[in-house]
């Protein structure tokens, strides 16, 4: 009987130990899979899926990176993060206390982002880092593809002809940034000589159509800063002489010729008016309450508003949306991280002259937060990761400083 007892012990022991094995195993075959290389091209490839399978993936990704000992380790290490982690608190506190669910949510959301971009940046490299903007303009085509398609299937039914196209984003000016976003790095491939210059010309003419299938109006203005910047950061003057001339142009010929060059221009009216009655609302609010807001989505916490039947979820301005989300504190939070982080592009680009990375960085933020003025597109599941990789450049350049001062020991 005791035998027994102790046969039966034995067994269970191993059963436990062959078990652990295979966790064991498991866990060290995921690692092996999801690598810092990986991690970033998943993150990057999900984000021409269709969006829900887009927060899926990323969700996952950060999740991994943060219960993972090796890669938690490198969220926390740039200059700055500690106003970041306080943010994270806030933007879960606030909602929190006043039952903003939604808000609470998209806050746990935005962190889940902000984890990734942390991350890429601490383990980007100049080879990964170009390799995958490549990969990005590659991607887009099948954007570009169905953007088309669809388009074409509209035209042949005889339905929604003039509907605006969003295909795997959840709205079209989405859809607009990324492509916008796309084309300054086409621009800057070229101006960089990187690459095969056809292949970057065709995924911008490619883009360019879906610029105009969008109907997003700012992303036009989005592009022009955005490759102004490049050019300038650059020292293309001959270039920029002949953008900015062109543009001249193009603005002769739609005020003055009366021509029709860009999608729904004869909306902004409008799209104008319907803006500042919502910025009145929100600036009110901020004013009532100026320190602390309410969490994301304010907007909608607030007031039940909406046009054409759809609810308007928040006050369509990046700059009016963050006060009204976080307050004066969490506002001060937020930015104390981004102005040490500009503050080491400027240092780079400016002082160091290391003009390859931070060109595009300097490019994509001013086109973002011109863009921000007018509407809130990089607060999207799709949007906000791309911007955050763009912005992890940052750590391929500090990569390269450090290699030139071990070097120049």
């Known amino acids: 009987m005791q035998f027994a007892t102790y046969e039966k012990r034995t067994i269970i022991i191993e059963n436990i130990k062959v078990k652990n094995h295979y966790e064991s195993s498991l866990r060290h075959q995921l690692d092996l899979a999801l690598t810092n290389t990986n991690i970033v091209i998943f993150t990057v490839v999900s984000l021409f899926l269709p969006y829900i399978l887009t927060g899926i993936v990323l969700a996952f ?73 490549t990969l990005v303009c590659a991607l887009s085509l099948t954007c570009a593809g169905y953007a088309i398609i669809e388009k074409l299937f509209h035209i042949l039914s005889n339905t929604n002809t003039n509907s605006r196209i969003s295909t795997v984003f959840s709205h079209p000016n989405y859809f607009g940034t990324v492509v916008g976003t796309v084309i300054i790095i086409c621009a800057y491939k070229v101006l960089t000589n990187q690459g095969k210059q056809w292949f970057f010309y065709m995924v911008a003419f490619f883009n360019i159509i879906s610029m105009y299938l969008c109907k997003s109006m700012f992303v036009w203005v989005e592009v022009f800063l955005g490759i102004s910047v490049l050019l300038i950061v650059l020292k293309k003057h001959r270039l920029l002489a002949v953008w900015l001339s062109t543009a001249a142009l193009g603005i002769f010929v739609i005020l003055f010729l009366d021509v029709n060059l860009i999608p729904r221009l004869s909306d902004v009216d409008v799209t104008v008016k319907l803006r500042m009655q919502i910025w009145d609302l929100a600036i009110r609010q901020i004013k009532a309450e100026p320190l602390f807001g309410h969490g994301f989505l304010s907007f909608s916490y607030l007031y039940d508003a909406s046009y054409q039947n759809q609810m308007i979820p928040h006050s369509h301005s990046l700059y009016i949306d963050t006060l009204l989300n976080f307050g004066i504190v969490g506002t001060v939070m937020f930015l104390g991280y981004f102005i040490k982080y500009y503050l080491s592009v400027f240092k780079a680009c400016f002082k160091k002259k290391q003009t390859l990375i931070t060109s595009l960085i300097l490019a994509v933020t001013v086109a973002t937060l011109v863009h921000g003025a007018a509407d809130l597109t990089i607060f999207w599941i799709q949007t906000l990761p791309l911007f955050l990789f763009i912005m992890a450049g940052l750590g391929a350049v500090e990569k390269s400083d450090e290699d030139s001062t071990v070097l120049s020991k």
């Not at 943010?87 to 006043?98: E, T, W």
């Not at 935005?110 to 490299?125: A, D, K, Y």
């Open 61 to 133: 990704m950060a999740i991994y990176v943060i219960i993972n000992k090796q890669t938690r380790q490198l969220i926390f290490v740039h200059k700055g993060s500690d106003f970041l982690k306080m943010f994270f608190a806030f933007v879960l506190i606030v909602p929190f206390i006043y039952q903003n669910w939604i808000g609470f949510i998209v806050g746990v959301g935005m962190i889940l982002g902000l984890v990734l971009g942390l991350f890429m940046r601490s383990i980007m490299t100049r080879e990964l880092y170009e390799k995958v903007l």
